[in-house]
């Protein structure tokens, strides 16, 4: 006999659950397999997940040894790092830097149970353009053998309302990558200038009606600020011709909000930033693999390369960029954006 009390199944006050974490099942994937599996199938993130992209093509390149010590300055859910671990072994190191002061000790304690000590996975929040000084201070001060650094968003802070990084569900606008420091979203749009504004739509969304939505957005801060990602989001549709097309209309609003974000949390300054300090965190031949997601960033990185390259700083560079596989873009429709640059440090 079955002494297994029965419970009833959760209760939701109207029709559906209105609260992110009640929402969405896969949240919790020990407590619904078969929803996580579902969503997976169609080619889709499950909830509060990570997919790492490019794995296999990152671990070729890097090809991580045991006893060699190496970074990845994007933490994130943890994905590409437990994949270099398990190469590692025992005996090598691994540094994570991740300047999301919610999301570090989550993939943290995920790993620890995983069974890395701290000797193999030193994890420290920073800001990947810190990288130089954290490496002083855990006494690497000579480099690492390799280098991983991911520049997109993660799933976690992408599905999450309460980050206000997506215009797809309704949440406050606030779009910071650490939420305790600087400013929310809401507070930058009314404090930039609309010709300021527009050339942040221009350079970190590629948007080619920067001013007219810039112009719009300061329209609408003057009749109370934007406090939410769907007022945001409305007031850029409103600025549309009405006859635009679903499919470009999605793709300007996802442009706005990149864009935003990318200024919020100065994105640009600090990938220049690392880059201007990268090759002394590198050992002679280690190797640096970096995933980009926009245009903007990876010509940061192809000019860095190529003229490190010119200049004799790196001895190899990637002759052309490694895209997705269509059938990994098919399994996560997240990666169809990524283009993955290498170098290998020069010796001396």
């Known amino acids: 006999m079955n002494d297994v009390p029965h419970q009833r199944r959760k209760r939701y006050s109207g029709k ?23 969503v997976i199938a169609s080619g889709k993130t499950p909830a509060g997940q990570h997919r790492p992209i490019l794995v296999d093509e990152i671990l070729e390149r890097l090809a991580p040894q045991p006893s060699e010590r190496g970074a990845d300055v994007t933490f994130g859910y943890g994905g590409h790092s437990q994949a270099i671990l398990e190469k590692l072994g025992t005996t090598g190191q691994l540094l994570a830097l991740d300047c999301d002061s919610q999301q570090l000790p989550k993939t943290e304690a995920r790993l620890r149970a995983l069974g890395y000590n701290e000797e193999q996975l030193l994890v420290r929040q920073s800001n990947y353009a810190g990288l130089s000084s954290v490496l002083k201070k855990v006494g690497w001060d000579d480099g690492v053998d390799f280098l991983l650094a991911d520049l997109g968003l993660s799933s976690m802070q992408i599905d999450n309302p309460a980050r206000g990084f997506s215009y797809k569900n309704d949440g406050p606008l606030d779009m910071r990558m650490n939420p305790a420091r600087g400013v929310p979203a809401r507070e930058w749009l009314e404090k930039c200038n609309e010709k300021k504004l527009a050339r942040f739509l221009e350079d970190g969304g590629d948007e080619l009606r ?27 549709e409103g600025a549309l011709p009405k006859r635009v ?9 996802a442009r706005v909000f990149q864009a935003i974000r990318i200024a919020v949390n100065e994105e640009f300054t600090a990938l220049d930033a690392f880059l201007g300090k990268l090759p002394t965190c590198l050992r002679s031949g280690a190797t640096v693999a970096i995933l980009s997601f926009h245009s903007g960033e990876d010509r940061r990185v192809k000019r860095h390369f190529k003229e490190g390259f010119h200049a004799g700083t790196y001895s190899e560079i990637a002759p052309e960029i490694i895209r997705p596989s269509p059938k990994e873009i098919g399994e996560n429709s997240r990666a169809a954006p990524a283009k993955m640059r290498w170098a ?3 010796d001396g």
């Open 16 to 38: 559906n659950p209105r609260r992110f974490e009640d929402k969405y099942k896969e949240l919790d994937p020990n407590l619904d397999p078969a929803t996580v599996a579902k």
């Open 210 to 236: 920067a001013e007219e939505i810039a112009a719009a957005i300061k329209t609408a801060i003057d009749h109370g600020p934007i406090a939410t990602t769907t007022r945001l989001r409305k007031v850029i």
């Open 245 to 253: 097309r679903e499919e470009e209309s999605a793709g300007t609003v």
């Open 344 to 346: 290998v440090r020069a």
